[in-house]
């Protein structure tokens, strides 16, 4: 599974580090750390629910 994070979007509300913090890096701003993201294995459920979690809609399934 990858994941898009679009930095134009990101408010860095950082539900999405919350939510899967093993997959959402933030930056030293609290901003998700824009670009593709290779999700680990067994991590998609929490990848999914973080990016389900996002109120700005920064995050694509890809
Ligand atoms: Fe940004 Fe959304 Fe995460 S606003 S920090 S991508 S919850």
Same mark, same amino acid.
């Given at each position: 599974? #990858?994941?898009?994070?679009?930095?134009?979007?990101?408010?860095?509300?950082? #539900?999405?580090?919350? #939510?899967?913090?093993?997959?959402?890096?933030?930056?030293?701003?609290?901003?998700?750390v824009?670009?593709?993201?290779?999700?680990?294995?067994?991590?998609?459920?929490?990848?999914?629910?973080?990016?389900r979690?996002?109120?700005?809609?920064?995050?694509?399934?890809?």
């Amino acid at each position: 599974m #990858r994941l898009v994070v679009d930095q134009g979007k990101c408010c860095g509300h950082a #539900r999405c580090n919350d #939510r899967a913090p093993d997959v959402f890096a933030l930056d030293d701003l609290g901003y998700a750390v824009a670009g593709e993201i290779e999700v680990p294995e067994g991590k998609e459920d929490a990848a999914l629910a973080g990016a389900r979690a996002c109120p700005e809609r920064a995050v694509t399934v890809v």
